[in-house]
C-alpha cells in the first residue's frame, strides 16, 4: 500500500508557498521541503501509481523502480544542499525556480509515459531560464534567451518524435524504445540535446557560467543527468552512444584546458563526465548501467561541490576568471580544501567517490573488449586530472599571489560544501554500505573494487598525469591563461543569427524600400497627379480652339486657364461642366 | 618559464616536488611487482601487464592533451573577450 505524497508534488507545490513565509520561518520551511520529499521517497514501494486518465492518455506519476529511485533520491539530497548554500540569497524568484527545477526533474524521472515526460521535460527548462536570469547581468539575459531558442527548438523535436511515436504504436508508455525509425530517432535527438551531445552541446558552457552561483548547482544537476535517466530508460545498449560518448568525453578536455572563465571550464568537465555515463549506456550491461547510474549520482556530487567552490570565490572576490584569481588559499582555506576534494573526487583518486563509479564504467568498457573507447576514456580519465583537478583549484587558490585578501566563505556556504565533500570522501571509501545499495540493475557478482591491482593502476595513471602537468609548468610549456574566449559550436547560430538577421535587414528591407519607391512615391503619385491636373488639361485642350474661335486674346485665355487649374485643384467645377464630363465618360464607356 | 605561473615559496615547491617525483619513482617502481605470480592485474588487455604502462599512458595522454590545445585548438578558436559583444 502505497500512502506516500508524490515527492515532486511537494517540491512544485511548496515552491509555490514560498512568498508567504519570512525570515527564520522561510528558511525553515525551505529546508523542510526537500527533508519531507526524501522522507516521501523513502516511503514510496516499487510499483506504478498516482495515474490519471487524460482524454485517451494515460498519465503515469509514479513509476517507481529501482533506476528512478537513485535519481529520486540524489536529486532531493542536492536540493536539500542547494538550499543551505543560497540562504543568504533574498530573492524568492530564485528559489521558486530552483525548487521548480527539482521538482520536475524529479517528476520527469518518475515519469511513466512520454506525456507526462514532456511536461516535466519542458519546465525544466522553464526553471533552469529564471536561474540564469537571476544572475541580472545583460550577458545573462543573453544566455538566457539562447537558452530557452536552443531548448524550445530540442523540445519540439522530442514533442514530433512521441507524437509519431504515438501515431505508430498507439501507446505513450515510456519504456524501452530502441533506435529503429524516425520517431525513435527524434526522441533520441531530443533526450541527446539535454544531455549535451557534441555539436547540440554549446548551449552548457554558453549558459552555465552566466547562472546565478547557487543556481548553477541545479542546473548542473538536473538536465543533463534528466536526459542520461531517459536515455538509460529508452535506449540502453545503443551501440552509437558508444562514439557519442567517447566523443563527449574527450573534446571538451581540449577547450577546458584553454578556457580561462573557471566556471566554464566546469562546465566544459561537465560534458566530459557525462560523455562517461554516455559510454556505460552504450555497453548495455548490468555493470555499465550500474556504472552510469553510479558515475550520475557521484558527479552530481563533485561537480555541485567544485561550483559550489568556486561559487564561493565569486561571491566573495566578484572574479572567477584565472587571470584575475590565484593565492586565495590563505584567505578561504576551507573552500580551498573543499575544492580540492571535489577537484580528487573527479579526478577518480582511490577513497573518493569518483573512483568508485569511473573505474565500473572503465571496467565494464574492458570485459566488453571496446578497445578504442576504452584507451579513449583512460585518456580521458588521466585529462581530467589535468584540465580540472589541478587547473581548477591551481589558478584559484595557488599559482601566483593574485593580491586579493577576502574572507572565508559565509557559514552556510562553508556548511553546504562541508557536507557535500563529507559525502565524496564517505562514499568513496564506503561504496558497498551506500552507493552500491542503490545501484538499479541486479548483477551475479558483485564488483571488486579495492583491488591491489586496480589502486596501483589507477595510483600510477594520476600520479603520472600530474607528473606531466608539473613538468610542463616548470618548462613554461603549459598554455598560460589569457584573457580570451574561444569560439564553439555556439558561433553559428550566435553568428549565424546575426547574419540571418542582417541578411534579411537588407533583402526584406531592400524589397520594402524599392516597393515603396516605385508603389507609393512613383505610381499613386502620377495617378494623384493625374487626377487633380488631368481635368483641367482636357477641357483646355478642348476649349482652347472654342476661344480662338469666340476670339479671347491670349491674356483672358491665360486667366481662364489658371482658373480651370484652380477649379481643378479644388475639386470644385461648376456643376454644369462635372454633368457635360460624366455625359462623357458614360459615353466612352457606352461606346467601348 | 613565465611569470604568470612562478611560485612563491620556492622551499615549499621544492618539497612537493620532490615528493611527487618520489611518488612517480615509488609506483613505478611498485609496478614490477605484477611480474611476480603472487599478484594478478585481472588485465583484459595484454598491454595492461607491461610495468608503467598506466605510468608511460597518463604522462603522454597529458602531454598530447596540453600541446594539442596549446599549438593546434586555442590559435583556431581563440577571440577577443568582446568578440560577441
Known amino acids: 500500500m502505497n500512502n506516500s505524497i508524490p515527492p515532486q508534488f511537494i517540491l512544485l507545490v511548496g515552491a509555490l508557498l514560498i512568498p508567504l513565509f519570512k525570515g527564520k520561518l522561510k528558511l525553515g520551511y525551505m529546508l523542510a521541503l526537500p527533508a519531507f520529499a526524501f522522507y516521501h521517497y523513502l516511503q514510496m514501494p516499487e510499483g506504478i501509481y498516482w495515474t490519471f486518465q487524460l482524454l485517451d492518455f494515460e498519465l503515469i506519476f509514479g513509476r517507481v523502480d529501482r533506476l528512478s529511485l537513485i535519481f529520486v533520491n540524489i536529486f532531493t539530497v542536492i536540493t536539500f544542499i542547494a538550499v543551505i548554500y543560497n540562504i543568504h540569497v533574498r530573492n524568492d524568484l530564485e528559489y521558486f525556480a530552483g525548487f521548480l527545477y527539482a521538482g520536475c526533474a524529479i517528476g520527469m524521472v518518475l515519469a511513466g509515459d512520454l506525456i507526462t515526460l514532456f511536461i516535466f521535460w519542458e519546465m525544466l527548462t522553464v526553471g533552469a531560464v529564471l536561474l540564469i536570469l537571476a544572475r541580472r547581468s545583460d550577458t545573462s539575459m543573453g544566455a538566457a534567451i539562447r537558452y530557452l531558442l536552443v531548448h524550445i527548438v530540442g523540445g519540439l523535436i522530442l514533442l514530433s518524435g512521441i507524437v509519431l511515436h504515438f501515431k505508430e504504436f498507439g501507446s505513450t508508455e515510456f519504456g524501452h524504445i530502441g533506435l529503429n525509425n524516425l520517431s525513435s530517432y527524434l526522441i533520441f535527438i531530443g533526450f541527446g540535446l539535454n544531455c549535451a551531445w557534441p555539436i547540440l552541446h554549446a548551449w552548457l558552457p554558453d549558459a552555465y557560467p552566466e547562472a546565478s552561483i547557487g543556481g548553477v548547482i541545479f542546473m548542473a544537476t538536473f538536465t543533463t543527468k534528466g536526459a542520461v535517466y531517459a536515455l538509460m530508460r529508452g535506449f540502453p545498449g545503443e551501440p552509437s552512444l558508444l562514439w557519442i560518448g567517447m566523443a563527449m568525453a574527450t573534446f571538451p578536455m581540449f577547450y577546458a584546458l584553454i578556457e580561462n572563465d573557471l566556471r566554464k571550464v566546469l562546465s566544459y568537465s561537465l560534458i566530459n563526465q557525462v560523455g562517461f555515463m554516455v559510454v556505460g549506456i552504450g555497453i548495455g550491461t548490468s555493470l555499465s548501467l550500474n556504472g552510469a547510474s553510479a558515475h550520475a549520482y557521484c558527479h552530481i556530487l563533485y561537480k555541485a561541490l567544485l561550483f559550489m567552490s568556486v561559487g564561493a570565490v565569486i561571491h566573495q572576490t566578484g572574479k572567477i576568471k584565472a587571470t584575475e584569481l590565484g593565492g586565495l588559499f590563505r584567505s578561504m582555506p576551507f573552500t580551498a580544501i573543499c575544492c580540492m576534494i571535489g577537484a580528487a573526487s573527479i579526478s577518480a583518486f582511490p577513497l573518493f567517490n569518483g573512483f568508485v563509479s569511473k573505474s565500473m564504467i572503465l571496467s565494464a568498457t574492458a570485459e566488453g573488449h571496446y578497445t578504442i573507447i576504452w584507451l579513449a576514456l583512460l585518456f580521458a580519465s588521466a585529462g581530467a586530472l589535468h584540465y580540472v583537478g589541478i587547473k581548477v583549484p591551481f589558478f584559484a587558490f595557488f599559482s601566483h599571489d593574485s593580491g586579493i585578501r577576502v574572507k572565508e566563505a559565509p557559514i552556510n556556504m562553508r556548511i553546504a560544501m562541508g557536507m557535500i565533500a563529507f559525502l565524496c570522501i564517505f562514499i568513496g571509501i564506503f561504496p558497498q554500505q551506500t552507493l552500491y545499495k542503490l545501484l538499479p540493475f541486479a548483477s551475479e557478482t558483485t564488483y571488486e573494487l579495492f583491488t591491489f591491482a586496480h589502486i596501483m593502476s589507477q595510483g600510477m595513471l594520476l600520479t603520472f598525469s600530474a607528473l606531466a602537468f608539473t613538468l610542463l609548468l616548470l618548462f613554461g610549456l603549459y598554455p598560460i591563461q589569457i584573457r580570451s574566449i574561444n569560439i564553439d559550436v555556439d558561433w553559428f547560430y550566435r553568428k549565424g543569427g546575426r547574419f540571418f538577421y542582417s541578411f534579411f535587414n537588407r533583402s526584406l528591407n531592400g524589397i520594402n524600400t524599392l516597393t515603396h519607391r516605385i508603389l507609393i512615391t512613383g505610381v499613386t503619385a502620377h495617378i494623384c497627379h493625374m487626377a487633380k491636373e488631368g481635368p483641367a488639361k482636357a477641357m483646355i485642350f478642348l476649349l482652347t480652339p472654342y476661344w480662338n474661335l469666340v476670339g479671347n486674346s491670349p491674356q483672358e485665355q491665360a486667366v481662364k486657364r489658371k482658373n480651370l487649374h484652380l477649379q481643378s485643384e479644388k475639386g470644385a467645377f461648376p456643376i454644369g461642366i462635372t454633368a457635360c464630363l460624366s455625359v462623357l465618360l458614360l459615353g466612352i464607356l457606352f461606346f467601348f | ?85
Open chain 2, 1 to 85: 618559464m613565465n611569470q604568470s605561473n612562478s611560485p612563491q615559496k620556492p622551499q615549499k615547491i621544492r618539497i612537493i616536488l620532490g615528493s611527487l617525483f618520489l611518488l612517480c619513482g615509488c609506483t613505478f617502481l611498485l609496478d614490477f611487482l605484477f611480474l611476480s605470480d603472487a599478484f594478478d592485474k585481472h588485465a583484459v588487455y595484454q598491454w595492461e601487464n607491461w610495468p608503467g604502462f598506466y605510468a608511460i599512458f597518463g604522462f603522454v595522454a597529458c602531454l598530447l592533451l596540453v600541446l594539442i590545445s596549446k599549438y593546434i585548438l586555442r590559435p583556431l578558436v581563440k577571440r577577443d573577450e568582446d568578440y560577441y559583444e
